[in-house]
């Protein structure tokens, strides 16, 4: 017997039917084929659309709560003036609130997944596997900041981890850390095998300390000299890239976490897509933190990531609409270790969405993936499965308003002076 059938639905212009068992894809056969078997819960699917979930690989998920604290700021006086004096505040309560609040938007949004970056890991954590989704948690490294980092405590429950949560390593980025510090978690991710996860050349102002505070040429090198440029090294936003740097990325083997909504939005730069991806490098997609971006929407920031990289292209074929689709589904998930997530395959781990194809946006029904990206938005999500598990159903999120009522509250307390 199966867990769940999802009968009828349009499936890669084909209508199918997809057995789950447990947390795997058991089946996908033609339409109709599978409609004897038992199943233990049965989904129609003739008005959706079935599609791989997103996987973030950026993300402050708790800053929900600082959303709109600073607008029209560059990164360091948004820093220094308006988000480190609230977050001076936060409480493991307050990450819990935050963090719910963000997956609840990120589940409307069709994603599954994130790679946090914040404090106080163990509520980040605890949200996650609680609402069913999965994470990927860095311990975080902040030269001067102490409080509210909880790596030890962190790291002491690795063991008793589901395998849809992962550990990192996350020093926060080269303007905030020590060059002894970064040989140190360079050397901390070869003996405990945990990846690494760092803001990288983001703005001019960093690759500006890079030489003057380091006497590197770029912030890649710098990283680099620190050996924190591994196999499988997240790097957020990458905006300011040399040619040297490029070569150096592809030798180490290290992943881009791609954030083009933020890197617009706070002026920081453009990440060159193209000559990343003629390097070798691979590119995924992140939404960064809500108080930068300001919007969780996955949706958005595939199409931003498609229409940018187009923007900068000899042509519009220079970039498809699959490779960075690929790049916020099957190459995230592989980038954040869920190896067998991000494909729906027979045998494959069963994250999935059900869009609502009775939408304007889908009406003409020329190239519902397309319609997906390029003009629906999250109103289309109506169904989210996470490892076999429902984790949102006829756009309803699980208790989605007590969450809210949390941080709201939450958001009133950091806010006061
Ligand atoms: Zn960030």
Redesign the pocket.
């Known amino acids: 017997m199966f867990d769940l059938l999802i009968q009828d639905v349009l499936w890669q212009g084909q209508r199918v039917d997809v057995a789950i068992t447990g947390d795997i894809f058991a089946a996908i056969e033609p339409a109709g084929t599978l409609a004897h078997c038992s199943a233990k819960r049965r989904i129609e699917g003739r008005h959706f659309l079935l599609r791989p979930p997103f996987y973030n690989t ?1 993300t ?1 998920h708790a800053m929900t709560l600082l959303r709109g604290a600073g607008e029209d700021l560059p990164l360091m006086a948004w820093l220094n003036e308006r988000i480190w004096p609230r977050e001076a505040r936060l409480t493991a309560d307050a990450v819990a609130a935050g963090t719910r609040l963000a997956i609840v938007e990120s589940l409307h949004t069709g994603c599954v997944a994130f790679n946090d ?1 914040y404090f106080h890991q163990p509520a980040i954590l605890a949200a996650a596997q609680e609402m069913g989704v999965r994470a990927c948690v860095g311990l975080m490294f902040m030269d001067q900041v102490s409080d509210h980092i909880e790596n030890e405590a962190t790291l002491a429950l690795r063991e008793g981890l589901p395998k849809t949560l992962a550990l990192s390593l996350a020093p926060h980025a080269l303007y905030t850390t020590t060059p002894e510090q970064l040989q140190e978690i360079a050397h901390l991710s070869d003996t405990l095998g945990l990846p690494i996860h760092v ?1 990288a050349a983001e703005t001019q102002t960093e690759c500006h300390i890079a030489q003057t505070r380091f006497n590197a040429p770029s912030p890649i090198a710098y990283l680099d000299r620190c050996g924190v440029l591994k196999p499988g090294t997240i790097l ?1 936003h990458c905006c300011h890239l040399s040619e040297e740097d490029l070569a150096t990325m592809a030798a180490r083997g290290v992943v881009v976490a791609h ?1 083009p909504q ?1 890197n617009q939005k706070l002026g920081s730069g453009v990440f060159p897509w193209v000559k990343a991806r003629e390097a070798g490098i691979p590119v995924t997609i992140g939404t ?2 809500a108080a ?1 971006n300001n919007s969780l929407s996955m949706i958005a920031e595939v199409k931003a990531a498609a229409l940018s990289a187009k923007l900068g292209a000899p042509s519009p074929e220079s970039v498809t609409l699959s490779e960075v689709d690929a790049a916020a589904t099957r190459l995230a998930a592989q980038a954040l270790g869920f190896t067998n997530a991000g494909e729906i395959a027979p045998g494959r781990d069963a994250d999935c969405l059900l869009v609502d194809l009775r939408l304007p946006a889908f009406a003409a029904g020329n190239n519902p993936d397309a319609d997906f990206i390029y003009a629906a938005d999250s109103a289309c999500v109506d169904t989210v499965i996470c490892a076999g598990r429902i984790v949102m159903e006829g756009k309803v999120v699980p208790g989605e308003a007590e969450i809210l009522a949390k941080a709201r509250a939450a958001a009133t307390i950091l806010r006061e002076e």
């Open positions: 950026h402050h970056m803001h957020a954030c933020s960064d933190g930068s």
